[in-house]
């Protein structure tokens, strides 16, 4: 087993400044424990979504999905960043927040398959992936909505004296809709123990995100419309996020209110699966699939002295439990049709008339 | 006591026996709302439980739905119903969904106040009566009280209910006097109340229609005309049997609507009528609506357009034959 002697190294210490603004400059030292639980949870989205590629070129799962390939290492520090009991709030883009949280990979391939195994049987899909018992509050698919819902969550924590925090991902499109505005000024007026995490990958769906925002930093540059400091990350960076994550975190526990933080990061893929993404530069591609969080994590985690072997069988390990969920997904059947009428009220039904 | 005085008996009643009752809303605290009916909630209450938000519809309901799904029962204001236009995303894909989508993980138990409905030359964009856009969004349950007692003992049951609750006062009936009786008032969704028995005709009304529909039954009752009126009370859960009750006796069904005329809940109640009980018509089912436009400001313009009581004697005589 591997030792805790990459604890103090220098690798894993982030120094965190922005580019937008001068903000406090820190040092955090992840633990060499939560490192090696977040290059894991980052092998397992990646070959999750990997695996959910192939299965939608196979047809077998359904309707649409939109990948976060590219952008695991934010999705993965806050896992670990978050405790149990913290809320998170997740976009269409969603998959890799939900498994972050701890929820079985099995479980949401079969609701992308629409299967009868699925997280919600099928009656959700891949935007809408939901665990309340994993604290995985929802993946909303109305661009700004789910901002104002994680400020909900955050002030019943506050009124129930809970410590609970909520975090909210959402992409840059989303500052530009109303909903992002007032969400950012009530959880700011209110000191909402609310963390909201602008996923800036450049690209809204089709259109580049500096093509329709007058600032540069779509979020950063915002911050201060709502009294909060600008921050902005390199999002392929694990360590640097997981700093960030626990820092925010930590002043929301602390009654200090809201953050905004722009992690900057890139979506390798199209928009969703009916894009291939063609409209991007080639060299803009190149080099930011250069800077792929997953092996980038890899060849630091090297460096620090965790042995090679220690990773390969952690990747072996990862790649059978792929396998796995990949065979009990498709084992799962369909969902019955009398699901449909279930669940629209409290009652198990959907009977709207006596 | 007066419709406007019973929301804020209401909310205190509910926030008084259960505190994981909050109530938000623009101008709800401090104010007391625009039209007074939640004075003296924050005074009581205090401002945690009872909070004033900014001009921000979608907030308010977002802050409502987080708040509820994570173990508070909070009971958000839209000062008017019009602005529901504003903030319809929050309801309709949000709320109204999120138990389905999530194969019941999700539990909404909250209420959301508005104030609905014409009467007081205040324009197109403060008057409409928008409880059919409710109506249509399946898992929402749409209440409109007509008397104070209602107003108190509907709210209660909206407030005790699981699930999300929309819930339209009337904006002209908030002087309207009625008894109350002292102790704890809760009522029940989806139970519809003949608020005037009679043998000839039945008229369905919601919210201000009810009183003007009563008016209209004694009007008809000096031309020897005895007409039934029951108060729907609840649009969803829709009280079905009540009506047909009624209908299977009077032979007659005539709708009082405020709601502009297409899709109104007169619509989905004149269909299943027809089809489950045409045999026992004895005469066409006539509909009362508003006519199908933008409600004018001017008091002669208004009073044009929302269902009269001679509108209603009309119809029921169409009705007739």
């Known amino acids: 087993m591997f030792t805790r002697r990459a604890e103090t190294d220098s690798l894993a210490r982030a120094t965190l400044a922005t580019p937008a603004a001068e903000v406090s400059k820190r040092e955090v030292i992840t633990p060499i424990e939560t490192r090696l639980a977040m290059y894991r949870k980052m092998l397992e989205m990646r070959g999750f979504e990997k695996r959910a590629h192939d299965l939608f070129l196979q047809g077998l799962v359904k309707g649409t999905s939109h990948l976060g390939l590219g952008q695991e290492a934010i999705a993965a520090a806050f896992g670990q960043a978050m405790r149990s009991d913290d809320y998170t709030f997740a976009t269409y883009r969603g998959h890799n927040h939900t498994l972050a949280r701890g929820v079985p990979m099995a479980p949401v391939m079969a609701e992308l398959m629409g299967r009868a195994g699925g997280l919600m049987a099928g009656k959700g899909g891949s935007m809408h992936l939901t665990s309340v018992q994993h604290g995985m509050m929802g993946s909303y698919a109305i661009v700004g909505a789910h901002l104002t819902i994680a400020n909900g969550a955050a002030w019943s924590a506050k009124v129930r004296g809970t410590d609970q925090v909520a975090v909210c991902f959402f992409g840059d499109g989303t500052t530009n809709i109303g909903a992002f505005h007032e969400a950012l000024n009530l959880a700011a007026i209110w000191k909402l123990p609310v963390i909201f995490v602008c996923e800036n990958n450049l690209w809204m769906e089709y259109t580049r995100i500096d093509a329709v925002t007058p600032v540069a930093h779509p979020a950063a540059d915002r911050a201060c419309g709502y009294g909060l400091a600008p921050v902005l990350v390199d999002g392929n960076d694990a360590d640097v996020m997981y700093a960030i994550a626990t820092d925010a975190i930590a002043r929301s526990r602390a009654g200090e209110g809201p953050s905004l933080i722009e992690a900057l990061t890139y979506r390798q893929g199209g928009h969703s699966r009916a894009d291939p993404g063609k409209y991007r530069p080639e060299e803009e591609l190149a080099s930011w699939l250069e800077r792929d969080p997953v092996p980038a994590y890899r060849a630091r985690l090297l460096a620090n002295g965790v042995p090679a072997a220690e990773l390969e069988e952690m990747a072996r390990v990862v790649d059978a439990e792929i396998e796995q969920m990949t065979e009990i997904a498709k084992a799962s059947p369909p969902p019955p049709a009398w699901l449909v009428e279930r669940d629209v009220f409290a009652d198990g039904g959907a009977s709207w008339r006596r | ?321």
């Open chain 2, 1 to 321: 006591m007066t419709y406007r005085d019973a929301v804020a008996a209401g909310i205190a009643q509910e926030m008084a026996r259960d505190d994981s009752v909050v109530f938000l809303g623009e101008d709800v605290a401090a104010a007391g709302g625009v039209f007074k009916a939640t004075a003296g909630l924050l005074e009581r209450f205090g401002p945690e439980r009872v909070v004033d938000t900014p001009i921000s519809e979608q907030a308010i309901l977002g802050a409502a739905m987080g708040a509820a799904m994570t173990g508070l029962r909070p009971i958000a204001e839209i000062m008017f119903s019009d602005f529901f236009a504003v903030c319809w995303d929050i309801v309709a894909n949000e709320i109204a969904k999120t138990r389905y989508m999530t194969n019941g993980q999700v539990s909404l138990p909250l209420v959301i106040r508005s104030c609905n409905g014409g009467g007081v030359r205040f324009g197109a964009q403060h008057s409409q009566s928008v409880e059919n856009w409710a109506m249509a969004v399946p898992g929402l349950k749409v209440v409109a009280p007509s008397t104070p007692r209602d107003v108190m003992g509907l709210l209660a049951a909206a407030v005790r209910d699981p699930d999300p609750v929309l819930f339209f006062e009337h904006k002209s009936l908030y002087p309207l006097r009625g008894d109350v009786e002292n102790g704890e008032i809760v009522e029940e969704l989806g139970r519809a109340l003949v608020r005037r028995e009679g043998v000839g005709v039945s008229i369905v009304a919601l919210a201000a229609m009810v009183p003007r529909a009563i008016e209209a039954a004694e009007e008809l009752d000096a031309e020897g005309i005895s007409a039934e009126v029951i108060d729907l009370r609840t649009l969803v859960p829709l009280d079905v049997s009540t009506v047909a009750e009624s209908v299977s006796k009077t032979a007659h069904l005539v709708t009082v609507e405020e709601n502009p005329r297409l899709c109104g809940w007169g619509a989905e109640l004149s269909s299943i009528v027809a089809e489950e009980l045409i045999y026992k018509l004895d005469g066409p089912i006539v509909r009362v609506t508003s006519p199908h436009v933008p409600l004018p400001a001017a008091d002669a313009l208004e009073d044009a357009v929302l269902p009269s009581v001679a509108r209603i004697v009309e119809g029921v005589k169409r009705s007739l034959g």
